[in-house]
């Protein structure tokens, strides 16, 4: 079974612009998460998807957006990027239902974003 | 809130030497816990998961962590370490109920470096 995939793996944007993530989750999960990765922050959730459906979300500007398509697959997008938007961005999924229990979570290798 | 607490950012050990690398966790029920491995420039691996049962859980790669409610840790283990286990390590701590459903909270790491 193929893993998590995330295009592009490495991005270099300007400060202002906007860029778009993709990832591809595990054959059969419906729940795809993002986290952004720096230094000085670590890991911290940005947001999860299930069946299209925002379901939870971390404390991030609304400059952050995600969205969902109906076979899974999810989109990140960064508005009016700013520097220290440069980060790793994973995106993981797993198979945990809307009935509950924090399943797994499989991850992708993430998307190297540096902004200048 | 759930917060995951890695005492340890560098931990040095020679090959064939054991390993513990130590994890506290705050939550207020029982939480679902993980430990996860990153290489250099590489996604998240799952090394081991505890949902429930037996508090001694055994994952990939020889490692094995131990649940102790009372100490709210979550220690991972190894007996004999291989050079290629450096890498760094993440505890994490996932929540069953409520708006923290399917988001993990995860501690800010341990680099493990190994010595020939």
């Known amino acids: 079974k193929a893993g998590v995939t995330q295009t592009p793996r490495y991005l270099i944007k300007t400060r202002g612009q906007q860029v778009t993530l993709s990832c591809s989750p595990i054959?059969?999960?419906?729940?795809v998460s993002w986290y952004q990765q720096t230094p000085g922050q670590g890991l911290q959730f940005l947001f999860e998807?299930?069946?299209?459906?925002?379901?939870n979300k971390g404390n991030f500007p609304g400059r952050f957006s995600g969205r969902q398509f109906s076979n899974s697959r999810s989109e990140m997008n960064v508005s009016t990027l700013e520097l220290g938007d440069s980060a790793l961005y994973l995106c993981a999924s797993s198979s945990v239902s809307l009935a509950g229990g924090s399943g797994e979570q499989y991850f992708g290798p993430g998307t190297r974003l540096t902004v200048t | 809130a759930q917060s995951v607490t890695q005492p340890d950012i560098h931990i040095t050990v020679s090959e064939g030497a054991s390993l513990e690398l130590r994890c506290n966790y705050s939550?207020?029920?029982?939480?679902?816990l993980f430990w996860y491995v990153q290489s250099p420039g590489q996604g998240l691996q799952l090394l081991l998961k505890?949902?429930?049962?037996?508090?001694l859980v055994q994952g990939i790669k020889g490692f094995e962590a131990e649940f102790k409610r009372s100490q709210s840790s979550f220690n991972l283990r190894k007996p004999s370490v291989h050079w290629s286990d450096a890498a760094e390590y993440f505890c994490a701590v996932g929540a069953d109920r409520g708006s923290t459903l399917g988001r993990l909270y995860f501690g800010r790491g341990t680099q493990l470096t190994v010595w020939p």
């Open positions: 505890y949902f429930s049962g037996d508090t």
């Open positions: 998807y299930f069946s299209e459906t925002q379901r």
């Open positions: 939550y207020g029920a029982t939480p679902y």
């Open positions: 054959s059969g999960h419906r729940s």
